[in-house]
């Protein structure tokens, strides 16, 4: 449903931007275009399953209109263990922010309780289950001329300004210098099991969910403000199947060579794939239009679907 921007929602309403084109091909692929309705950012995503055996990645895009002012909030959440944690925070997270009293006024301590709060809601609804499902959020939140991006975990943001790649997140690995300082500090070990793990278990030092490590997995993120000025062209939001792969530059480099936000996204996912990614792979392309925000664009025509899979649906 459309934000309709001449009429002022409650706070706390968020809907999802009205999409020019949301196809999903399968359960396994599926990839889609929204622009805000004042014409300031161009959004695309594609999600696909990859290799793995089942989809534990999840993506939200919301558009909201509070205070008078129109906000964009775009995520990534990429599941482990399974997939209750990411549907979780695309079902929570963003709906929780825009409730938050203070996301127009201090937008980082809004955005940091929000985080912490909807991870103890997760582990909350989880108490009666014997799983333990955790997950990782890369998101950005659009209001006016600033960009908000936080991260926990190791999903990634990555910005192009002025055509140079410059991450906006620092993956939440745990054997980053700090972040096992901070895990050990508090009584945990870090130890190598094929790859760097908190207590052998967690390939990541910070994430949502993950209830038996949460003394040492904080949900607690980390946020970077940007300006959205000319020089910033687009932002990439992805989980980590497309970054084991894909450097940050070259994902820049992809993506300038599209001017269709949905078409990059895919074609990131299509060379992760192709490259090897044994991961789910998920992105989202938002592309600032600036001055070109006046330009009537025309309708976006459909078409056909490209899956990245030897060429057939039937192989996903």
């Excluded at 695309?90 to 009293?101: D, I, R, V, Y």
């Excluded at 103890?120 to 001329?145: C, H, M, P, Q, Y």
């Amino acid at each position: 449903m459309m934000v309709d921007s001449g009429l002022a929602l409650e706070r706390g309403a968020a809907d999802n931007v009205s999409p020019e084109k949301d196809h999903e091909v399968n359960s396994n692929y599926a990839s889609g275009r929204w622009k805000s309705v004042d014409a300031r950012w161009q959004c695309g995503y594609a999600s696909f399953k990859g290799k793995r055996p089942s989809m534990e990645d999840n993506y939200d895009h919301k558009s909201a209109e509070i205070d008078g002012k129109l906000i964009g909030l775009f995520g990534i959440f990429d599941g482990h263990g399974g997939s209750r944690a990411s549907e979780y925070l695309k079902e929570h997270l963003f709906n929780n922010l825009t409730k938050h009293p203070l996301l127009m006024v201090d937008t980082k301590i809004a955005i940091s309780e929000t985080f912490k709060r909807t991870d103890s809601e997760f582990l909350a609804s989880e108490s009666n289950t014997t799983r333990d499902d955790g997950s990782t959020a890369s998101t950005a939140v659009l209001i006016d001329k600033q960009l908000y991006v936080a991260n926990v975990g190791d999903s990634r943001a990555v910005i192009c300004k002025a055509g140079k790649a410059i991450p906006l997140s620092d993956d939440h690995k745990p054997n980053r210098s700090d972040e096992r300082k901070r895990i050990e500090d508090a009584g945990g070990v870090v130890m190598w099991a094929g790859t760097w793990r908190v207590g052998g278990i967690l390939a990541m030092s910070r994430a949502f969910g993950n209830r038996l490590l949460k003394q040492f997995v904080l949900a607690e993120p980390e946020i970077q403000e940007q300006v959205v000025d000319e020089d910033l062209e687009f932002l990439v939001l992805a989980s980590d199947g497309l970054w084991d792969v894909v450097s940050n530059e070259d994902a820049v480099s992809l993506v300038r060579m599209e001017e269709e936000p949905e078409v990059a996204a895919r074609k990131l996912t299509e060379t992760a794939f192709a490259r090897g990614s044994s991961d789910n792979i998920t992105c989202v392309v938002v592309r600032f239009l600036h001055n070109r925000m006046d330009i009537d664009y025309p309708p976006l025509v459909a078409q056909d679907q490209h899956v990245p899979c030897g060429g057939s649906q039937a192989n996903c």
